[in-house]
């Protein structure tokens, strides 16, 4: 037998009527904010994920599938906002006085040690906006993903929210990170000894029980976060207050990727063990230009849906179409039910389907049971005779004869 790859796997009933409810809420709730698609391409030129994530996250350094193709550096895309952002630049779109409001549903591919809501193929819904600083539209964003989840009844989740600075403060916070963290560098694990030089801030995102003490020491972001910084923060959570959005302030939250400036956040919801991170996301002021347009700054946040699916309840689904099973007891009935029940049904917009088994009609309610279906229409010498039909109703269990030409009418 051949087996789907390690970390893959195969979305079908009834799981996929769940994807396809978050779905159709993502699409509908982002026309609701004027955001509209975009489709970019599932592959992209290896540099643009190395120059637009950071070197030496762990994305870039070992995660991303890469191959050759004849002269080309070619990668899988392991996120969406750089493609996103190289499509809005080539496409000319750093032209326009307007901003640029994009959402993307989509496959993504990394090469992390599977487990509970961690794959190699996983599906984010994301969302960007270019060309603002208004911290309004941070507010926007965070509100916009809230209102997401909660279409979804997911019932536990909450945001964390923080401000990583910019190119002014930075700097200087991984400086003073650096000078705090080198003296005891033997005593923390080889990840961290190995942030401290390359990428200091990583650091505060280690969750080795042991380097906590020296962790929860050091000195938080705020105190270095220049004016400009801090009057965005201050007013990013003004406008969140007028959304009536709650969130805790997680001082370490620094986001695995280095874009980021200003405004980072997270949503966590209950349920999920370890990967309960189910939406990410901040801004990144400076990605545009870093990717060779013009100087725009940008915000969104991509939700990883596979978690997002583990997190919803079971009644959380999109409906399925068929709500009528036809069960014939004869091969004169079903040739009956299949030309004079089946066809109007359908042409009427009444979602059915006739028992193409034909075992024992006991046999066929079991399976419009297992169908979910409301109705079960049986058919047999006696309906035909009248011109009619059986009709079940398979809540109440409550069985009535009616006309086939009443059949739509009473359906309906
Ligand atoms: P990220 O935090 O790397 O951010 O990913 C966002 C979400 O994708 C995560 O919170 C998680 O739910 C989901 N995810 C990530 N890796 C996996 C995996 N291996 N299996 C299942 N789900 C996963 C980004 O990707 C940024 N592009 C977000 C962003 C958009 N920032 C600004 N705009």
């Not at 960007?128 to 993903?145: H, M, R």
């Not at 972001?221 to 400009?228: A, K, N, P, R």
């Not at 959304?243 to 980021?260: A, E, F, H, M, P």
């Not at 978690?307 to 179409?321: D, K, N, Q, V």
Request: proline fraction near 4%; include cysteine.
């Amino acid at each position: 037998m051949i087996r789907a790859i390690k970390g893959t796997r195969d979305i079908f009933s009834p799981e996929v009527e769940k994807w396809q409810l978050a779905e159709r809420n993502a699409r509908e709730i982002c026309a609701l904010y004027g955001y509209t698609e975009i489709r970019t391409p599932i592959f992209e030129a290896t540099e643009l994920f190395a120059r637009g994530i950071g070197e030496i996250t762990d994305i870039v350094t070992k995660q991303m599938y890469t191959f050759q193709d004849g002269d080309d550096r070619i990668t899988l895309r392991p996120e969406n906002t750089a493609p996103v952002v190289r499509a809005f630049v080539e496409n000319g779109m750093d032209n326009e006085p307007t901003i640029t409001k994009l959402y993307y549903i989509g496959p993504m591919f990394r090469r992390e040690r599977p487990q509970k809501g961690r794959y190699r193929q996983f599906s984010q819904f994301g969302i960007e906006v270019l060309g603002t600083e208004n911290p309004a539209v941070d507010a926007e964003v965070i509100e916009l993903l809230m209102r997401f989840i909660g279409s979804t009844q997911v019932l536990e989740y909450r945001l964390e929210l923080n401000s990583v600075g910019c190119s002014i403060d930075r700097p200087r916070y991984t400086a003073k990170l650096q000078e705090l963290l080198r003296p005891q560098k033997e005593k923390m694990c080889a990840d961290c000894q190995d942030r401290i030089e390359r990428n200091p801030l990583r650091v505060l995102d280690c969750k080795v029980e042991a380097d906590q003490p020296i962790i929860d020491a050091l000195p938080a972001i705020d105190e270095f976060l220049e004016e400009g910084c801090k009057i965005h923060f201050a007013a990013v959570q003004k406008y969140l207050a007028m959304s009536n959005i709650t969130y805790t302030r997680n001082k370490r939250l620094v986001r695995g990727l280095d874009y980021y400036t200003r405004t980072a956040f997270e949503v966590i919801a209950g349920g999920l063990g370890s990967q309960n991170a189910v939406a990410g996301g901040g801004r990144y002021d400076k990605l545009v230009e870093e990717l060779g347009g013009k100087p725009t700054t940008g915000i969104g946040f991509a939700l990883g849906l596979d978690r997002l699916i583990l997190a919803m309840p079971e009644s959380a689904r999109e409906p399925g179409g068929v709500k009528v099973f036809i069960v014939a007891m004869s091969d004169a009935a079903f040739d009956y039910a299949y030309e004079k029940i089946q066809a109007p049904l359908r042409q009427n917009g009444i979602g059915c389907e006739v028992d193409y088994q034909r075992r024992s009609v006991k046999a066929a309610m079991r399976q419009a049971d297992k169908r979910g279906v409301d109705w079960t229409i049986l058919v047999g010498e006696d309906e035909m005779k009248d011109n009619a039909a059986t009709l079940k109703n398979m809540k109440g269990g409550e069985q009535q004869r009616v006309s086939i030409n009443e059949l739509v009418e009473k359906l309906k």
